[in-house]
């Protein structure tokens, strides 16, 4: 049975679970320096940005993308979410797709 997840919702602690498999992660933009972003999602995540990514630091930014050996993400689609977002509850939302796999994982 090949069952996964997408783009598994996750915070900066389950990186090391996904390396090579595109992941969805929401946090709070801390920094841009040219190409790179970082972002706190319940820790640090580097970001490395492509072209049509427009963050705003302080706000909160949706990344989809692929993790890195060195646990940074490629971003394939990043969103700028504004400034208004519970960081709290998007936590709980990733760590709820990992308790309760059975609702969260799609068959492919």
Do not use: W
């Amino acid at each position: 049975m090949s069952e996964q997840m997408s783009a598994p919702r996750i915070t900066a602690s389950y990186l090391d679970s996904f390396v090579g498999r595109v992941v969805t992660i929401v946090g709070t933009v801390t920094q841009l320096r040219g190409d790179q972003a970082t972002i706190d999602a319940d820790g640090i995540v580097t970001i490395l940005l492509n072209r049509d990514a427009h963050l705003v630091n302080g706000n909160a930014a949706q990344i989809i993308g692929k993790v890195n050996p060195d646990l940074s993400i490629k971003a394939l689609s990043t969103r700028d979410v504004g400034s208004g977002v519970d960081m709290t509850l998007c936590s709980a939302v990733a760590e709820l797709t990992h308790r309760h796999k059975e609702i969260f994982v799609s068959d492919n």
